[in-house]
């Protein structure tokens, strides 16, 4: 069974970087289309980024657009999420999430929280000065 885990958030000054990591054991993540998403506190769980499975098409919500890319070490079975230029908006828990391409592209959409069956716990970020 996939299992994934979140790490590298933290407290960053608004401008600044963080590199999230998404550790997956149990399968290889090349099967799987593997998503990003954040929940602030009082706010509904969004996604941020999806990158599928190939590992060449991306995924990018309007609000990170430009600031955020998304990446796998496929000798590593990590996934990565790169933030740069964060805003305090940016603060939010976030995790990532896998499932197969068919699900998260066709079926449901990749912004969906239906299209996962697996996540991972979740790394807090908080960008404020």
């Known amino acids: 069974q996939l299992q994934l885990v979140e790490s590298g958030g933290g407290l960053v000054q608004p401008g600044g970087s963080l590199r999230l990591s998404c550790a997956a054991s149990?399968?290889?993540?090349?099967?799987?289309?593997i998503g990003w998403f954040r929940q602030a506190p009082g706010k509904e769980r969004e996604g941020v980024s999806c990158l599928s499975s190939s590992g060449i098409s991306t995924q990018y919500g309007d609000s990170v657009k430009g600031r955020f890319t998304i990446s796998r070490d496929s000798a590593k079975n990590t996934v990565y999420l790169q933030m740069n230029s964060l805003k305090p908006e940016d603060t939010a828990v976030y995790y990532c999430?896998?499932?197969?391409?068919?699900?998260?592209?066709?079926?449901?959409?990749?912004?969906?929280?239906?299209?996962?069956?697996?996540w991972g716990q979740g790394t807090h970020v908080t960008a404020y000065p």
């Open positions: 149990g399968a290889s993540l090349d099967r799987y289309a």
């Open positions: 999430a896998a499932d197969l391409e068919v699900r998260v592209l066709s079926m449901f959409g990749w912004t969906s929280k239906l299209a996962y069956s697996d």
